[in-house]
């Protein structure tokens, strides 16, 4: 018989500062759905293909890099939306780098169509991919493509 590499079967979704607001304000760049909404979402597809998906977002830089940290050996995807983070996090680039936890960075809006100050990311030099502009579905599409995806 020949083994076939497994899929991800745990995966982390955090998200960073600002996103509870989702929903709630912008909804032309972010959407109407809150995070909650989302969220939900996310765990029911990655139910339907068979991933445990833990969801945690978080305003504080530093409880991030803890999650991260405790991500590893427990968690076998992070999908990470950095928010604002990303461009300016040092910290969060370190701990993906030094945890060597395989991470997906997303973001909802495009931000190369957006401001030049976010188009420089921390993140993407030590992410294993990296997508941004398809809105909220952007998270499920990463599930889907993690569904696809074999383990490392
Ligand atoms: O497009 C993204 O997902 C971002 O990561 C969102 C960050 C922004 O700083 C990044 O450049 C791109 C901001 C998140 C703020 O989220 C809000 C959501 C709803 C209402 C207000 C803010």
Redesign the pocket.
């Known amino acids: 018989t020949v083994e076939m590499p497994l899929m991800p079967s745990i995966v982390m979704v955090l998200n960073g500062p600002?996103?509870n607001?989702?929903g709630?304000?912008?909804p032309h760049i972010?959407g109407a759905e809150t995070l909650t909404d989302v969220e939900n979402h996310l765990i029911q597809t990655g139910k339907d293909l068979g991933i445990s998906v833990s969801c945690f977002q978080s305003n504080s830089e530093g409880d991030i890099v803890s999650r991260i940290h405790q991500a590893r050996g427990e968690t076998d995807f992070i999908i990470i939306?950095a928010?604002?983070y990303?461009?300016t996090s040092v910290a969060l680039h370190d701990a993906i780098k030094g945890t060597g936890v395989p991470l997906v960075e997303l973001?909802?809006?495009n931000?190369f169509a957006r401001e030049p100050f976010?188009h420089h990311s921390y993140i993407s030099p030590v992410a294993r991919a990296v997508m941004?502009g398809w809105g909220v579905q952007g998270y499920a599409l990463a599930i889907d493509g993690l569904a696809q995806t074999p383990a490392v």
């Open positions: 600002n996103l607001l989702l709630t304000r912008e972010y939306n928010g604002a990303t461009h973001h909802i809006s931000v976010r941004c």
